[in-house]
């Protein structure tokens, strides 16, 4: 039979770590590769965006992107400016997101690389950047939208539907069907699973089959706590009876809306009174404009708000930072006030400044609200560290730090085996990836422990043939 051929999977990033998801479906010569992610957090890590193309180019045929998230789309420009000019196939929400985030990503690491040649503590001379803004923008002209109902054809044989997973606009579990030893077998990638009942975004919904399954472990071995909401107005009251400043790093595209989202609605019930909120992320600002218009993607909730007569994704007394010099002015300002601002691991953009000055100021609160991996800044300040280095400097912490768990976009363990139950039989085997290995591998025993299905946890580089 024309499309009976060999199939099989390389995880090529995220299997024994959470970022740089990459992984590689073979289908005879060709290849797809499902999520194109950079490599965030330790220095080990980072490298592996610099390593020799994992991907033989002249055999790949399609790029498929989960969500816009750059641990999931980061790396595309990289491939692009070595010589990619295949199709990139993403959700329209996806798209449009990206559309932001990777020209964006690409001017961080061009500003990375004249940083580093002025302070010449780069290794190479003179230092380059990973890819270039022109690389993003070629890579936004390869991307081919496919809306969650749609299935199609993304090389001879192989066909790509997606399913919504919540997480963030456009996010989505990707699934592949091909004929194998004529039978239809399929090959389903999780993506970044979000969570029920959240604000704004409809929940996931069920998977339904899949005869190799890969899911994702961020939380696999945590329950998130219930009580965020209560736990951020207090913080946010705090703020404002002391007339500290609460600063939010937080990542542009998700917890930044969510984040506004409910800190609008506790105005709105009279919980807490507003105070100044700054927006300071020209990506975030985009991609709040972009989250509006996707009114498809609005749960019940979110709709009901926007029709009336305001905007549920702004708070009362918000102050829209673009420029470098408004965002720069925000440090003259006086509490009480919120910053949000990204990146939301701290690992590069404006919060870095706001850091710098605010972090040794004891009136000023660091509230982390998302997953913070190993290597990051913001790893380090939830570990407690007393001072960090950023900018070329050493700051002292003597800011206090927070942690809210609860605003995660991943799904916990309990939301995982929620939407593993879904699953109408157990898949031929379960592919644990996308976590730290003690997620992962707790992850791994509940799942054999619950549902009895065949699981193993990814190992980085590892070829699984589909048999
Ligand atoms: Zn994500």
């Known amino acids: 039979m024309a499309n009976d051929k060999a199939a099989s999977l390389q995880f090529l990033g995220a299997a024994g770590g959470v970022t740089g998801s990459k992984f590689l479906f073979s289908h005879g010569d060709d290849q797809v590769l499902i999520d194109c ?113 749609e299935s199609v ?90 007339g500290g400043c609460l600063l939010i790093p937080a990542f542009a595209i998700g917890r930044t809306q969510d984040l506004v989202y409910t800190i609008r609605k506790m105005e709105d019930a009279g919980e807490i009174r ?31 708000l926007s029709n009336h007569d305001r905007n549920p994704l702004r708070s009362r007394n918000m102050v829209l930072a673009k420029s470098p010099e408004q965002s720069k002015a925000i440090n003259n300002f006086k509490g009480p006030l919120i910053i949000i601002s990204a990146s939301g691991m701290a690992t590069g953009g404006r919060v870095l400044h706001h850091l710098k000055h605010r972090l040794p100021n004891p009136d000023t609160t660091v509230l982390l609200v998302g997953y913070q991996a190993e290597g990051t800044r913001g790893r380090l300040l939830q570990d407690g560290a007393k001072d960090v280095k950023m900018l070329g400097e050493v700051i002292p912490v003597r800011a206090k730090i927070k942690v809210l768990d609860g605003f995660s976009a991943h799904a916990d363990q309990g939301e995982i085996l929620r939407w593993l139950r879904t699953f109408k039989k157990p898949p031929r085997m379960t592919y644990i990836v996308h976590g730290e290995p003690p997620a992962s591998n707790m992850l791994a025993e509940v799942i054999r422990d619950q549902f009895k299905w065949k699981v193993e946890v990814a190992k980085h580089q590892q070829v699984a043939p589909l048999v």
């Open 37 to 149: 992610g950079l490599f965030q957090g330790l220095k080990e890590l980072r490298q592996r965006n610099w390593a020799p193309l994992p991907i033989n180019l002249s055999r790949l045929r399609a790029v498929i992107l989960t969500h816009a998230h750059i641990d999931h789309s980061g790396y595309l420009p990289r491939i692009v400016g070595k010589g990619y000019k295949g199709p990139v196939f993403a959700t329209p929400g996806t798209c449009d997101l990206l559309g932001v985030m990777l020209p964006d990503a690409a001017h961080l690491q061009e500003e990375e690389a004249r940083y580093a040649n002025r302070k010449g503590y780069s290794k190479h001379s003179p230092a380059l950047p990973l890819y270039t803004v022109e690389d993003a923008e070629r890579s936004l002209r390869l991307l081919r939208p496919v809306r969650l109902e």
């Open 153 to 242: 054809e993304v090389i001879k044989g192989v066909f790509l539907d997606y399913s919504r997973v919540g997480h963030i606009l456009g996010a989505g579990s990707v699934r592949l069907s091909f004929q194998l030893n004529g039978q239809k077998r399929t090959l389903m990638d999780s993506g970044d699973l979000g969570r029920y009942d959240r604000p704004i975004l409809k929940d996931p919904e069920p998977a339904g089959n899949a005869d190799w399954l890969l899911i994702e472990s961020t939380y696999g071995n945590r329950i998130h706590p219930k009580e965020s909401e209560g736990e951020l107005r207090n913080i946010i009251k705090e703020t404002a009876e002391q």
């Open 274 to 304: 507003p105070i100044p909120v700054y927006l300071d992320s020209p990506m975030a600002i985009e991609a709040t404009g972009i989250y509006s218009r996707h009114s498809a993607e609005h749960d019940f909730e979110m709709a009901q």
